[in-house]
């Protein structure tokens, strides 16, 4: 059954959140996703990575979620990144100009070296 690859899991690692995106990111894995990342911001947490590899895809629906949380770290001005993302929602991250806000790195521990450093204190490059 779908539903059942569908899920969000988190783990600590050195003072980032980490959230491992399973499945298909739409409305209700999108909603799930942000109530966890609202519950740990709230309590403090102020770096965070989103972890597709286990993700499928992501639908428009799902891409709103994710602009409403980058757009809360920046509020708080945290910082974030995202890793393992398929070419499929690698494409479609760049082709809504998330990519342009967020760094991508192949891997959590890439991405994880980034957060912790002095480089991630400016993870929203856009304009």
Same mark, same amino acid.
């Given at each position: ?27 209700? $894995?999108? =909603? +799930? ?7 740990? &911001?709230?309590?403090?947490? %102020?770096? *965070? ?23 809360? $770290?920046? =509020? +708080? ?7 393992? &993302?398929?070419?499929?929602? %690698?494409? *479609? ?35």
């Amino acid at each position: 059954m779908m539903l059942a690859n569908m899920k969000v899991d988190t783990r600590q690692s050195e003072g980032t959140l980490v959230v491992y995106v399973g499945g298909y990111l739409n409305s209700s $894995l999108g =909603e +799930e996703v942000e109530k966890v990342v609202d519950a740990q &911001v709230e309590s403090g947490t %102020r770096r *965070l990575l989103l972890n597709f590899g286990q993700t499928r895809m992501v639908n428009s629906i799902g891409i709103s979620f994710i602009i409403g949380v980058v757009e809360k $770290l920046m =509020e +708080e001005r945290g910082r974030m990144a995202f890793c393992e &993302v398929n070419g499929i929602n %690698r494409e *479609l991250f760049q082709l809504t100009g998330l990519a342009k806000h967020v760094q991508s790195f192949d891997t959590e521990e890439e991405a994880l070296v980034f957060l912790s450093s002095g480089a991630a204190d400016r993870p929203f490059s856009g304009s």
